[in-house]
Every structure is written in structure tokens, then in C-alpha cells.
């Protein structure tokens, strides 16, 4: 893959991520939640996370938020020039495109904790209100200060443990509990097919060198026949 077709990949999955959290920030309230195609484990539920991916926080308050800004926006800035590094040297197209969708989430989830506290009206719980974007008395937060836009709720299994279950006994059971969003999906997306891969890869690797081992020791004994 040349730098023009990894670009064009990243951009796109950053313009599907923007779209869809723009579209639930301003045509959802705070919490509100809709059942896709009527499922009731596949919803779309609007929260903002002040944090990490899939809903985790790096601790709490500004400094917390701006280190973690910090750290998002370094690893982008190594990204950039090791997706750069990766096509220059050849890599396999596969191994590419998971650093893309990888580099593609977390740049989404960037630009949501730098810019959207100054583009986007407060979403507040108690008043249920649609925010506005580019709202005429600014926005909610300072530059860095946003918060990440999540919508995505997958709850396939919703259940009451049994009571019978040491410790869990009668508590509530929800697997998928984290609301997450689009950017966290291309970051998973990447890690899991990288891993897939580069086991794959590890795996040809050996075959491939026990081929030539053996074909070496085939070798050496004709020779030593001679």
C-alpha cells in the first residue's frame, strides 16, 4: 500500500467516526437510547465519557483529562511516522491497514476530547436537552477539555444470576456492559486482526524455516555422499 491509499483509508474511517458521534450529540439527549432495527441487545445509547476507550477513565479531573490527551496525541504523532516507516519498508498490506484502523480510532477519540468542548453545547442530563453545535454562547469546555462522545450498546445477555452463585448470587449480569463508540471498534478492530496475523505470520515463518532446514540437511548429506 502506497501513503495516498493508507491516508485515504484513515480518513475515511475518521469521517464514519465524526459523523455518527456528531449525529448522536446533536439529535440525542443525555442518555437517551434507541432500539436499533427493534433489538433489544443492539441500541444506540448516548453517554459521554470524560476518559479512556469503552468507557474507563484515566482518573479524575483536568490534569487527569490532559495527560491523557497528551499521551493520545503522542502516540498519534509515533503513529504517523511508524504507518510511514511500515509502508516504506514493505510490510504486508494486512499489517498496514490494522495500524490504520488503529491510528484512525484513536484520532477520533483525539479530536473529540480536544475540540469538542468548544464546538458543542453541554448535553445536561437534568434538562434533557439537544445540544447545538457551534452554539452562539460557545461551548461547554476549554480547548483539550472535551468530552468523548459514546453511543454504541450491545447488552446481548441481560440476566439475574442465580442465587445459588457464591459471592454473584442474585446480582444483575450484562455482558456487553461498556457503551463505547466507533473509534474504540477500528482501535479493537485493528488490535484483534493484528494479533490473528501476526500469529499467522509467526506460524509460516516456522513452517518456512523448517522447509529450509530441511532442505539445507538434504544438501549437506548429497554432499557428504559425493
Known amino acids: 500500500?502506497?501513503?495516498?491509499?493508507?491516508?485515504?483509508?484513515?480518513?475515511?474511517?475518521?469521517?464514519?467516526?465524526?459523523?455518527?458521534?456528531?449525529?448522536?450529540?446533536?439529535?440525542?439527549?443525555?442518555?437517551?437510547?434507541?432500539y436499533i432495527f427493534g433489538l433489544d441487545w443492539f441500541r444506540l445509547h448516548f453517554l459521554e465519557n470524560p476518559g479512556m476507550a469503552w468507557g474507563f477513565k484515566f482518573g479524575e479531573g483536568y490534569l487527569a483529562k490532559l495527560v491523557l490527551i497528551l499521551f493520545r496525541l503522542a502516540a498519534i504523532v509515533w503513529g504517523t511516522f511508524y504507518i510511514k516507516k511500515m509502508i516504506c519498508e514493505g510490510y504486508a498490506k494486512i499489517f498496514i491497514i490494522c495500524a490504520a484502523f488503529i491510528y484512525a480510532g484513536a484520532l477520533g477519540n483525539l479530536i473529540d476530547g480536544a475540540f469538542y468542548g468548544l464546538i458543542f453545547e453541554k448535553s445536561d442530563p437534568a434538562v434533557q436537552n439537544v445540544a447545538e453545535i457551534f452554539p452562539s454562547g460557545g461551548g461547554y469546555a476549554g480547548f483539550l477539555n472535551g468530552n468523548v462522545v459514546d453511543m454504541w450498546f450491545l447488552p446481548i445477555i441481560d440476566t439475574r444470576l442465580p442465587e445459588w452463585l457464591p459471592f454473584w448470587g442474585g446480582n444483575q449480569f450484562t455482558?456487553?456492559?461498556?457503551?463505547?463508540?466507533?473509534?474504540?471498534?477500528?482501535?479493537?478492530?485493528?488490535?484483534?486482526?493484528?494479533?490473528?496475523?501476526?500469529?499467522?505470520?509467526?506460524?509460516?515463518?516456522?513452517?518456512?524455516?523448517?522447509?529450509?532446514?530441511?532442505?539445507?540437511?538434504?544438501?549437506r548429506k548429497i554432499i557428504n555422499n559425493d
Do not use: C
Not at 484483534?192 to 530441511?214: E, V
Open 1 to 34: 500500500m502506497n501513503n495516498r491509499n493508507v491516508a485515504l483509508l484513515i480518513l475515511l474511517l475518521l469521517a464514519i467516526d465524526q459523523a455518527i458521534k456528531i449525529y448522536v450529540k446533536t439529535h440525542f439527549y443525555y442518555g437517551e437510547e434507541y
Open 175 to 219: 455482558f456487553f456492559d461498556p457503551v463505547f463508540n466507533t473509534a474504540d471498534v477500528w482501535i479493537s478492530t485493528g488490535v484483534i486482526l493484528l494479533l490473528i496475523f501476526q500469529n499467522k505470520h509467526n506460524k509460516d515463518q516456522k513452517i518456512s524455516n523448517k522447509k529450509k532446514l530441511k532442505y539445507t540437511e538434504g544438501n
